[in-house]
Each structure stands twice: as C-alpha cells, then as structure tokens.
C-alpha cells in the first residue's frame, strides 16, 4: 500500500504515542496505464501520467501502541479504517473543539476530508460535513495536500489550512469552536493569493517575532508537460508568503521579501524550526528538482522571542499535543506540540512564540495532553525553557550567537 503523511499521537492518553497512516492508492506498477490512454490520464489537453482518480484507494491504518515494542492494527474497531478508501495524503492530531479529547483530520485528495472526533475512551466519529472541514464553500471536495493548524486569530482555537491544485485555490477553515468551521478562504484573501499554484508544504509561522502567525506555502506542479501550455501554471514556482493583517485577513507579501521566495522550484515538503537556536524561524524545503533549501529570514524590527521544550512524564514523552498558552502584556498566543502535518514533514518539536516588543513573558500555561496545569511566571525572553511535566523549568538557555 501507498502509505503517505504519518501521524503520531497518543489518542487514548495512555503515555504511549500511538500511529495513524493515510493512504494513498493501491497501485501495480507492472500495470499501470499509458500517458494519455484515458481521460483520468490527460490535463488540459495533454497527456500525463494517470491518476489519482480512475486509481482503486487504499483503507487508513491506526496503530494502537502495545507497549512492548509492537503496534496493533485497530483501525476498524477505531472508526477510522476509510471503508470508502478515499485518496489519503496528510494527517494530523488536535484537540479541535478544546474537549480534552483527541480528534484527528485527514486530507484526502479530490475527495472530501475526513475530521474523526475522538470520544477519549478510542473511538472516532466522522464529524467532517457536520463540523464544515469535508467539502469547501461551494460543497466540492478538493486536493488536500498540506495541512497547517494555528490560532491565527488569538481566539484560543486552532484553525485550519489547506493547500491545493492549480485550478483550486488554498482553503482557510476558521475554527468557530464546538467542532464548527466556517471557509473565509475569499474572505480573508487566501484564496486569491493562493490560485494557479499547486500548493504542498504549508504552515502557520511567526518570521518576524511579531506575535501574528503568517502563512507560508511552497509549490511546484505534478505535470512537467504544462510548460507546453500557454498562459497555464509553469512546472517551477514560486513559494507563497501571506502576512497577516490582524483583523481575520492576510495580504500577499511574496514579491517584497526577497528573491530567495519567488525562485522558482518544483518544491513538495516544507518543515519550520529554528535550525540555528538565535530564535529565528527558518523554512526547510524539499524540492522534487534540485537541492532542498533553507529559507532564513533576514532584517525586519529586533522582534522578543521565547521557546519551550517540553519533555512528558505520565504523557507521552515529546509531550505531543501538550499545549502552551503564552500571556506577556496585552499578546496571548496559543501553541500545540504536533506530530506530522505540513505535507510529509516534521516542524521542530519546540513550541516558539514571537513576542515583539515584550522583554518578557507574563505567564505561560502548560496544559498536559491528560489536561493536568502548569503555570509558570515572569519568563524573560529570547531564551529556550525546557519543561519537565509536574518539574517546572529544569533549563533555561540562551539563543546561540553568530
């Protein structure tokens, strides 16, 4: 089976980290069709490679973690088997409606996207026409490919970003809270910006240390052979950079930041993290041609910064899906610790917040993927924490210097 974007989470919060695979088509090499040879194999007029419609899917898989060094396979028992075998590509694990129970959202391609609602006791619920996340505005199942989450509205709750094909556009779901989405993708200039590319990695990320999560995506197309095609999306593009505005809008900034956003590469998985420990956010980009490339932001205001690293005790380990909620003056900001998402990529594990001009950090709560409380105060800024579940602060570093 074609396993794609992998997801670790422990669903049933048993401290042990458990593992959903989306998957993709179940294909035979040995018979696949010809360029061309039917309609599912020719775009725009041309031929290419077939699929993935007209292609037989291929059913997800949850492994539950036995903690002995196996996993066993209880994807049916879950809810979560993809009876309809839908096109997977991008899982990812949240707390969507702030229940203290997991859910889980898979992007399936030109289908619609499955949203399961954990009930915490190892069953899930498809909740993804119901919550508004299945389909988009105009009620049409879309590529699917990225996925980012972020508060980008400072409201506490963890929207959702998708990135999609040429003749689709990037879709922003605002989460509404109690499993309810609304698309703003038109709205909040998403979706203009995002049209005629064919997006893949994507994430909610602060460049600028301003408090503001932006999103950025990076793109190439699936089909060499558009380059044929006059007035179409080119097989190389650039990446997209989208600021946000504050007020539920962003504005496309991709052309005003240098030269390294709007080279031109046929790019797939993008993962963030301060690759340097200066509390900087760079990009890593993997490109289907050519070397990958490290994108670093540069210049802009001396922008304050603080980073935590949270290690679990009675949870799982790297803490996935611990939360921290950050208060410094008038900035609240809300960060989630997540496996997988983006598309086939890894973020750091390190929760990083742009403060701008706070020196310091008011209060920052840690809430524990059990729901257990940690309350730490008066943090000055620019500096890594690392947090011990139920220790506090067992390290404060400063940034590297260069």
């Avoid at 290419?48 to 994807?75: E, I």
């Avoid at 899982?91 to 915490?120: E, H, M, R, T």
Wanted: hydrophobic share 35%.
């Amino acid at each position: 089976m074609w396993a794609t974007g992998a997801a670790f989470g422990d669903y049933d919060n048993d401290g042990w980290v458990d593992l959903f695979v989306p998957h993709y088509v179940d294909v035979d090499l040995k018979n696949l069709d010809a360029f061309g040879s039917k309609d599912t194999c020719r775009y725009m007029g041309i031929d290419v490679q077939c699929g993935p419609r007209g292609l037989k899917g291929s059913p997800d898989t949850l492994w539950h973690n036995s903690h002995n060094g196996t996993f066993a396979d209880v994807s049916r028992k879950a809810g979560v088997s993809d009876p309809e075998q839908r096109y997977g590509l991008t899982a990812i694990w949240s707390d969507f409606d702030n229940d203290g129970k997991l859910d889980l959202f898979v992007g399936n391609d030109g289908q619609p996207s499955y949203l399961y609602q954990g009930d915490g006791a190892g069953h899930f619920t498809d909740v993804g026409f119901t919550s508004g996340v299945a389909l988009n505005a105009n009620g049409v199942g879309q590529a699917n490919m990225g996925v980012a989450l972020g508060d980008y509205l400072h409201t506490g709750l963890l929207s959702l970003f998708i990135s999609h094909f040429d003749n689709e556009y990037g879709v922003l779901y605002r989460n509404d809270g109690g499993m309810n989405f609304t698309e703003v993708s038109f709205a909040s200039g998403v979706a203009h910006a995002t049209s005629g590319k064919v997006g893949w990695g994507d994430a909610f990320v602060d460049f600028s240390n301003d408090g503001w999560s932006d999103i950025f995506v990076v793109d190439g197309h699936v089909y060499p052979q558009v380059d044929a095609i006059p007035e179409r999306a080119s097989y190389r593009q650039p990446k997209i950079l989208l600021l946000n505005q504050r007020n539920g809008t962003f504005r496309d900034i991709s052309q005003s930041v240098g030269d390294a956003i709007q080279a031109r590469q046929v790019s797939r998985g993008m993962a963030i993290g301060d690759l340097f420990n200066d509390g900087h956010l760079e990009a890593v980009v993997e490109n289907l041609s050519g070397e990958p490339t490290i994108l670093r932001p540069e210049a802009g205001p001396a922008n304050h910064w603080i980073g935590f690293q949270l290690e679990g005790v009675k949870c799982n380990r790297l803490a996935l899906n611990a939360r921290v909620r950050v208060r410094a003056g008038d900035l609240v900001q809300l960060g989630e610790l997540h496996s997988g998402g983006s598309y086939l990529s890894q973020d750091d594990l390190r929760l990083h917040f742009g403060l701008a001009a706070h020196d310091r950090v008011d209060e920052a709560v840690i809430q524990w993927p059990d729901g257990s409380k940690e309350t730490l105060n008066n943090l000055p800024a620019d500096r890594f924490y690392t947090v011990r579940e139920g220790s506090g602060v067992t390290m404060s570093v400063s940034p590297a210097r260069h």
